[in-house]
């Protein structure tokens, strides 16, 4: 199956149908995903600020982030379903939609920088867990986090007036 | 009840704990906010009388609660109460007002800034994106510093190392909010007024940073029920305004 035939096939699935025709449904699941991006990345900004070592610095590094991550992990999970749903209504415009395309690189870039931190940056972590300002790797760590989840925000706003 | 922290610089005696007295007054400032200025004033006359003996309640609770070395906040808002009680007992206020705000939206309408966003679909669409973006802060900012207020994120960290630079995020993305809201309000002035969905954005709006400047003055910055209460209210208030801006964009 090419990639237009998959998108064909989810705007034919009956949740894709349901969004698209209900009067409702389509401004119920956007509000579910503004209010999930909000939280998501809303909340994880501060752990990329900590990594920054800009705010939060009275606390660890791994302590932020367990404290974070359970508000952003719920806001990820809002923000992934709802996308998904939305997507699978819209799949066809979506393909052939540059900044859907853009949003998809940034949101892919995001990622790959969660991985490379998590497996590679965070190794050494107990070194430089307290420190005020973390070392150069960990601090470009979260600022490729912030300008991957703006560049996200801005491709998907752009989407929506681009799109139909 | 916990202890009182001050963040103020003045290193002078007790402040006040907030009681139940100030969450009324809180309260009561909220609803006033919410309907002294609405058609429902208007219309239902009884609302105008409610409203200005609600400001009078407001003001006897300020001057009683104000303490002797009482800050610029303070000040302010005890004029700003002063003029609104005025307002709301010249009778015609809240019709009046709303047709001269009507009367200004359609100026505002024909201004060379507004026709240049109205006829560029692409200038609209970064200006919303950039909108979501200060939104994004301002959440973020509201949910970090309520839940610390709260008690609930980082309680065993100091409150100002946690409220300060949430305060400062909340600040920066409601800049951005502004200045991209009043641009992208500008070619559709007199339909977004007429909005309920707007009103509502507008009316949370305002009860939020009414939250937030209390919070932020520095006698109210205590890790007591009241404070705890405040500090969620002000971020359920935000995520309420982040909702209804969603729904007046997407049900227009």
Same mark, same amino acid.
């Given at each position: 199956?090419?990639i ?7 705007? +034919? ?8 025709? $209900? *009067?409702? /449904?389509?401004?119920?699941?956007? !509000?579910?995903? &503004? ?43 809002l923000?992934?379903?709802? +996308? ?6 819209y799949?066809? $415009? *979506?393909? /052939?939609?540059?900044?859907?395309? !853009?949003?998809? &690189?940034a ?40 300008v991957?989840?703006a560049?996200?925000i ?11 | ?21 100030g969450v ?36 006897w609770f300020?001057i ?6 009482r800050?610029?906040?303070?000040e ?6 002063c ?22 939206m ?24 950039f ?66 969905f ?33 500090g969620?209210?002000?971020?359920m208030?935000?995520?309420a305004?982040?909702l ?9």
């Amino acid at each position: 199956m090419s990639i237009p035939q998959i998108a064909e096939w989810l705007e +034919g699935t009956s949740v894709a149908v349901l969004v698209r025709e $209900s *009067a409702w /449904g389509f401004p119920i699941v956007v !509000a579910i995903h &503004i209010l999930g991006l909000t939280l998501s990345v809303g909340m994880v900004l501060w752990f990329d600020l900590r990594l920054l070592g800009v705010a939060l610095r009275g606390s660890s590094v791994s302590a932020v982030y367990r404290r974070i991550i359970p508000w952003a992990g719920t806001g990820f999970a809002l923000m992934f379903a709802s +996308g998904a749903i939305l997507l699978a209504a819209y799949a066809t $415009s *979506a393909h /052939g939609n540059v900044y859907f395309r !853009a949003k998809v &690189i940034a949101l892919f870039l995001a990622g790959l920088n969660a991985l490379v931190y998590h497996r590679f940056t965070e190794r050494h972590r107990s070194r430089w867990d307290e420190a005020a300002r973390p070392p150069a790797a960990a601090r470009m760590a979260g600022l490729i986090s912030i300008v991957a989840w703006a560049t996200v925000i801005l491709a998907g706003r752009m989407m929506s007036y681009t799109m139909f | 009840m916990g202890r009182v922290i001050r963040l103020g610089t003045s290193p002078s005696g007790p402040r006040p704990r907030i009681g139940v007295a100030g969450v009324a007054a809180v309260a009561l400032a909220i609803y006033w906010i919410l309907l002294g200025g609405t058609e429902a004033g208007h219309v239902l006359a009884p609302f105008r009388a409610l409203n200005a003996a609600l400001g009078g309640i407001l003001i006897w609770f300020w001057i009683r609660r104000m303490p002797s070395e009482r800050d610029r906040i303070d000040e302010i808002a005890l004029v700003g109460l002063c003029a609104f009680l005025v307002a709301a007992a010249l009778s015609q206020f809240p019709r009046a007002s709303l047709d001269a705000a009507v009367s200004a939206m359609a100026w505002v309408e024909g201004s060379g800034v507004a026709i240049a966003i109205r006829e560029s679909l692409l200038l609209t669409a970064a200006l919303s994106a950039f909108h979501l973006i200060g939104a994004t802060l301002v959440g973020g900012g509201a949910l970090l510093g309520g839940l610390r207020i709260g008690g609930v994120l980082f309680p065993d960290q100091a409150m100002a190392d946690v409220v300060r630079p949430a305060g400062r995020a909340i600040l920066l993305g409601l800049s951005i909010s502004i200045v991209t809201g009043a641009l992208l309000f500008s070619p559709r002035a007199s339909m977004a007024v007429a909005n309920g969905f707007f009103q509502l954005k507008m009316g949370l709006l305002v009860a939020a940073a009414a939250c937030h400047a209390i919070l932020h003055s520095r006698r109210w910055h205590s890790e007591d029920q009241a404070s705890g209460f405040l500090g969620l209210a002000r971020s359920m208030l935000y995520i309420a305004v982040i909702l209804a801006g969603s729904a007046y964009i997407l049900l227009e």
